[in-house]
């Protein structure tokens, strides 16, 4: 990788990897149930599992633009009046065919929670779960070890990754190392862009191209990397006004 590359994404990164880029973004929902003043752990009245969850749910809703992924983030929220252990527990849920977000239905996020439930019957965290597991188990997707996984690898970004600023670091037996960028259509042209990748499959084998790409520079953090493909893609839009 150039040097001047490199330069730039270090810059991009750290410019980038600040709460106040993403007030507006599905991440603050997990965040409102970690501790303000104990950073990394669940807030007073609150579990790991509230957190596991409202993330499990945003990253699910996360795609399309940010003001109608929050938006619909906020209504699956209110549903479950702000609890959402105590409502994936209780069994009852909102069950229809209506739109919650875009073409996720009511009756699939009632799935989901009907899967939760079975999940935290078992178990207090869902941290030790492969992302094999949280696709079948949890999202109810069939298995495909070729697929990118965006939505879990951004949850997992989220709930790993404790340099206290955007991301919560609440799962503390999870390694950053080990963490794998979250590739959608918009980060994979960016990372083609600036020559992360050659590949024209957006599968797992891309996206371990990418992070490994990014470990050259953060070795102990190759997800901060993407932080520095967000950065890209705001100044890429400047240069282009």
Same mark, same amino acid.
């Given at each position: 990788?150039?040097?001047?590359?490199?330069?730039k994404?270090?810059?991009?990164?750290e410019?980038?990897?600040?709460?106040?880029?993403?007030?507006?973004?599905?991440i603050?929902?997990?965040?409102?149930?970690?501790?303000?003043?104990?950073?990394?752990?669940a807030a007073?009245?609150?579990?790991?599992?509230?957190?596991?969850?409202?993330?499990l749910?945003?990253?699910?809703?996360?795609?399309?633009?940010?003001?109608?992924?929050?938006?619909?983030?906020?209504?699956?929220?209110?549903?479950?009046?702000?609890?959402?252990y105590?409502? @994936?527990?209780?069994? *009852?849920?909102?069950? &229809?065919?209506a739109?919650?977000? %875009?073409?996720? $239905?009511w009756?699939?996020?009632?799935?989901?929670?009907?899967r939760?439930?079975?999940?935290?019957s078992?178990?207090?965290t869902?941290?030790?779960?492969?992302?094999?597991?949280?696709?079948?188990?949890?999202?109810?997707?069939?298995?495909?070890?070729?697929?990118?996984d965006?939505?879990?690898?951004?949850m997992?970004?989220?709930?790993v990754?404790?340099?206290?600023k955007v991301?919560?670091?609440?799962?503390?037996?999870?390694?950053?190392?080990?963490?794998?960028i979250?590739l959608? @259509?918009?980060?994979? *042209?960016?990372?083609? &862009?600036?020559?992360?990748?050659s %590949?024209?499959? $957006?599968?797992?084998?891309t996206?371990?191209?990418?992070?490994?790409?990014?470990?050259?520079?953060?070795?102990?953090?190759?997800?901060?990397?993407?932080?520095?493909l967000?950065?890209?893609?705001?100044?890429?839009k400047?240069?282009?006004?």
């Amino acid at each position: 990788m150039e040097k001047c590359l490199k330069e730039k994404l270090v810059a991009w990164a750290e410019k980038y990897d600040d709460p106040v880029y993403f007030e507006e973004d599905p991440i603050i929902f997990p965040k409102r149930f970690v501790s303000k003043t104990e950073y990394g752990t669940a807030a007073p009245g609150y579990r790991l599992a509230d957190v596991e969850i409202a993330a499990l749910v945003a990253a699910h809703l996360a795609w399309g633009r940010r003001s109608m992924i929050v938006r619909d983030c906020e209504r699956a929220m209110e549903e479950m009046s702000w609890r959402p252990y105590d409502y @994936v527990m209780n069994g *009852e849920y909102r069950d &229809e065919d209506a739109s919650l977000h %875009r073409t996720v $239905k009511w009756s699939e996020f009632a799935q989901i929670c009907t899967r939760l439930k079975a999940v935290y019957s078992e178990t207090d965290t869902i941290e030790h779960l492969t992302n094999a597991q949280i696709r079948t188990m949890i999202y109810g997707r069939k298995a495909d070890p070729k697929a990118p996984d965006k939505k879990i690898n951004m949850m997992r970004r989220w709930m790993v990754r404790d340099d206290g600023k955007v991301d919560l670091g609440v799962w503390k037996h999870s390694s950053k190392t080990d963490l794998l960028i979250p590739l959608d @259509v918009h980060v994979y *042209e960016m990372a083609a &862009e600036i020559g992360l990748t050659s %590949r024209k499959q $957006k599968d797992i084998v891309t996206v371990r191209e990418i992070t490994d790409a990014f470990r050259e520079i953060f070795p102990d953090d190759p997800c901060k990397g993407d932080f520095a493909l967000f950065g890209y893609g705001l100044y890429r839009k400047q240069e282009q006004m």
